[in-house]
C-alpha cells in the first residue's frame, strides 16, 4: 500500500507541486487583498433600512455589475478551495458574497453579519485597513 502511494506521488510529483504553489499565490494574494476590499464596503452597509440598491443607468453599470460579480465569484470559489489549502477560506467566502449580485443576497448579508464571530473577524480585518467597524 505504500509502495502504490508512493509510486502515485513520484508519478504526480509536477501536478502536486503546482497545486501547492497556487495555494500559496492564493493565500498570500487574499490574505493582502482581503483588508483592502472589506475597507471598500461603507460602514453603515448592514444598518441601513434602504441598503445600496444596484442602479444601472447605462452599459458601463452592467460592465462594473458583471466584473463585480466576476470578481466575488472568483473569490468564492477560491475560499471554497481554501477550506482544505492554506489560505483564509470563510473569510473569501464571504467577501466573495458581498461583491456578488444574486437574489436573497441581503438577507444571507444580515445573517452573516449578525454572527458574532464573523462580525467579530471582519471588524478585526477593517482595522488592518484603518476603517471603523460595521454598524449593525
Known sequence: MLDYVLNLISQYEDLLVMVGVISA?????????????????????FSCENPHKLEIKHVGHVVIVVVKTLIGLVLFL??????????????????GLFL???????KLE????????????LTWLRNKADKPPFTR
Not at 25 to 45: N, S
Not at 79 to 95: A, E
Not at 113 to 120: M, W
Open 25 to 45: 499565490i492564493i493565500f498570500v494574494v487574499t490574505l493582502l487583498l482581503t483588508p483592502y476590499l472589506l475597507g471598500l464596503i461603507p460602514e453603515d452597509y
Open 78 to 95: 477560491a475560499g471554497i478551495i481554501m477550506l482544505v489549502t492554506p489560505g483564509q477560506g470563510v473569510i473569501s467566502i464571504l467577501l
Open 110 to 121: 444580515l445573517k452573516l453579519i449578525n454572527h458574532n464571530p464573523t462580525y467579530k473577524a
Open 100 to 106: 456578488m449580485e444574486f437574489p436573497g443576497k441581503r
